[in-house]
């Protein structure tokens, strides 16, 4: 068991930590409880590893408990609806957390198309509430889910993170579903988080989808530099740490500003404990970031042909490729012919192995990049 007095890293690359460990996104926290506080859903869009989950963490913070209830669901892992209402039900039950018997009578009375059982925390013996979802019955479940939230006493506040997941289901007319139940609910407001851009702007922003201009879109994008270096040399002086502006700029510039990767390699410089950090500090963190990866990255390679590797080598040597087709990047890189390249970039992109923004496109995953152009 960890020491209590032990001093936690700051530079999280798993979970929310708390206010102290959040670096910025003051805006963003600020626009998005006003959203809520006027009654407005919003699809909050960002590249994987940019820090929405976070984010949406900070902002439930925020938020006082006794005046509205939060719900964070996961559905990344779900493959159907039974799933998601699987995973939103037992973050609500969780909520319930371990009902009287008045409640508990209740809550049997109230969701009859699925059995909210009592068990056991495994690790403390608690009692807690599981669930036990039949497929066939998941339609009427998810409604008696959204019911049980609409009359709740507090306002209750519902992000969906991943949501892009749903138009994969084997159900149809998903979003349709979805959208029947939403649309009349007065006392829940909703975060539709996405990592997939085109899909979820279809859902949102496509005249003939059923969630067409329901809410406030909402990009994320990177944190400032100057509010991340700040944040970053903070915490290093706390530990008796110098990070030197142009060693934290190399590494902002070196993975694009993306919040994963920084984190991850100042965590490491944090473990390392080095007093004055410099860029032979910050080359041995990345390099070693890199070699624990390589048989994953190998085998990245091998799962793709010979013309989508040459392609995604090229992007990842070039770091940024603002025309794929251009004449330019083909002679210099020589990834195949045209149309071939067109190809095996659609590929790619839906693999999520290259992402595409305002400036072009790039390796999705900073790391798998910097260890392409090794």
Known sequence: MANKSQKINPFSVLAYLGEDY?????NE???LLEARKNGRNVTLLSLRRMGKTGLIKHVFAQLNPKEVICFYVDLDQTTCLADLVKAFGEVVMKKIGAPSERVWKEILAWFKSFRPVMTADPATGAPQIGLDVQPTAAEASLG???????????PCYVAFDEFQVITDYPEPKMEALLRSHIQHLTNVNFIFAGSQKHL????????????????????LYEIPEDAYFDFAQRHFAQHKQTLP????HDLYTTVYGHTWYIQCVLNRLYQYGIRQ?????LTSAINNILMEYKESF?????????NQLALVKAIAHEGKVKEIGSQEFLQKYQPG???TVRSALRVLMDKELVAEDEDGYSVYDRFFGLWLRQ
């Open 337 to 339: 012919p045209a149309s």
């Open 29 to 31: 926290t600020k626009e």
């Open 22 to 26: 959040f670096c910025d996104r003051e």
């Open 144 to 154: 008696e889910l959204f019911g049980w939230l609409e009359k709740s006493k507090l």
């Open 200 to 219: 979820m702007t279809e859902m949102f922003m496509a005249a003939n989808r059923p969630f067409f201009q329901s809410t406030q879109m909402f990009p």
């Open 277 to 281: 950090i410099d860029n032979q500090a």
């Open 245 to 248: 502006r142009e060693t934290f």
């Open 298 to 306: 190998r085998t990245y390679c091998k799962l793709l042909t010979s």
